[in-house]
């Protein structure tokens, strides 16, 4: 973040003549966060699947946002957090499930993605 001071030279404005803008880096040249899912992870059915995102970050320090969706669907749990779980569902064979994981710090995004294998426990 940039502060700026400017101090207006005309006498008529009196002694309360600065002004102070602040300007955000993301206004200058914001520079795009980087995502990070995490491993790909192998888990048992029926067991809790916990996600790590926490190695995401932006290089300007950033606040960044996060959003996680499961291909086939399952429901997720603190889709919206960086740990993210969901319950390993029954599967009939082992079975692969992609995570997507998009950050944003507000005015640039970054995807990754992690496979979780679902192992059948019946074979
Ligand atoms: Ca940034
Ligand atoms: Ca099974």
Same mark, same amino acid.
């Given at each position: 973040?940039?502060?700026?001071?400017?101090?207006?030279?005309?006498?008529?404005? +009196?002694?309360?003549?600065?002004?102070?803008?602040?300007?955000?880096?993301?206004?200058?040249?914001?520079?795009?966060?980087?995502?990070?899912? +995490?491993?790909?992870?192998?888990?048992?059915? +029926?067991?809790?699947?916990?996600?790590?995102?926490?190695?995401?970050?932006?290089?300007?320090?950033?606040?960044?946002?996060?959003?996680?969706?499961?291909?086939?669907?399952?429901?997720?749990?603190?889709?919206?957090?960086?740990?993210?779980?969901?319950?390993?569902?029954?599967?009939?064979?082992?079975?692969?499930?992609?995570?997507?994981?998009?950050?944003?710090? +507000?005015?640039?995004?970054?995807?990754?993605?992690?496979?979780?294998?679902?192992?059948?426990?019946?074979?």
């Amino acid at each position: 973040m940039y502060l700026i001071n400017i101090k207006a030279a005309h006498s008529s404005l +009196g002694t309360d003549n600065t002004r102070q803008i602040e300007i955000t880096t993301a206004s200058l040249s914001n520079r795009a966060p980087s995502a990070d899912a +995490g491993a790909d992870l192998a888990a048992s059915e +029926g067991a809790t699947v916990n996600l790590d995102g926490f190695s995401s970050s932006d290089p300007d320090g950033d606040e960044i946002t996060y959003v996680w969706t499961i291909s086939p669907s399952v429901a997720l749990k603190n889709a919206d957090t960086p740990a993210p779980s969901f319950a390993a569902p029954s599967v009939t064979s082992d079975t692969t499930y992609t995570l997507t994981l998009a950050v944003s710090d +507000g005015t640039d995004a970054a995807t990754d993605t992690v496979a979780v294998t679902v192992q059948d426990a019946s074979r």
